[in-house]
T-cell receptor
């Protein structure tokens, strides 16, 4: 079993839809949780960063962490075609630098 | 320009040849990382470095060598390239134990 599980999709939604992306993990030591967005043939770019449990909102994006269930989510409101990308969750514990990534979910937002 | 750069962006080589991929960052970040990205596997850590002259293995280090004589550079060498090393390689850097910033990637094909 992988430390971080993420449904690879692909996920296709109409413009304006609410998108929910999720990851589960097995290591209870993870404290830092991130979502990266990767456009085709580009490097991943940091989208959201959350420490420990709770919610964080940034514009149309909301990240949620539920440590009791070992489950994290990324919600995208009013999705746009420009949101079409692969979304990767990533997480780490307190010890130096190493992120564990999910497999990535490919999202397509249709006009 | 400030940021993290990788060279070359594209490389085709033959089995058995030595190949070096370059990574340079201008932020003076302590941590640097090398990942490979393959369909079905997501991002997998090859090697990482916590500071100059300190390196450590990641998840898939076999067949790769790294060095870090200067903080800003972190080259990755394939000593004798194999077809299974055909992949997209990403370099990343981080100031601490969490957020990583990625380069644009090097697309390597081994014939």
């Amino acid at each position: 079993q992988k430390e971080v599980e993420q449904d690879p999709g692909p996920l296709s939604v109409p413009e304006g839809a609410i998108v929910s992306l999720n990851c589960t993990y097995s290591n209870s030591a993870f404290q830092y949780f991130m979502w990266y967005r990767q456009y085709s043939r580009k490097g991943p770019e940091l989208l959201m960063y959350t420490y420990s449990s709770g919610n964080k909102e940034d514009g149309r994006f909301t990240a949620q962490v539920d440590k009791s269930s070992k489950y994290i989510s990324l919600f995208i409101r009013d999705s746009q075609p420009s949101d079409s990308a692969t979304y990767l969750c990533a997480m780490t514990d307190n010890q130096g630098g190493k992120l564990i990534f999910g497999q990535g979910t490919e999202l397509s937002v249709k006009p | 320009d400030a940021g993290i750069t990788q060279s070359p962006r594209y490389k085709i080589t033959e089995t058995g040849r030595q190949v070096t991929l370059m990574c340079h960052q201008t932020w003076s970040h302590s941590y640097m990382f090398w990942y490979r990205q393959d369909l079905g596997h997501g991002l997998r850590l090859i090697y990482y470095s916590a500071a100059a002259d300190i390196t450590d293995k990641g998840e898939v280090p076999d067949g790769y060598v790294v060095s870090r004589s200067k903080t800003e550079n972190f080259p990755l060498t394939l000593e004798s390239a194999t077809r299974s090393q055909t992949s997209v390689y990403f370099c990343a850097s981080s100031a601490g134990a969490d957020t990583q910033y990625f380069g644009p990637g090097t697309r390597l094909t081994v014939l």
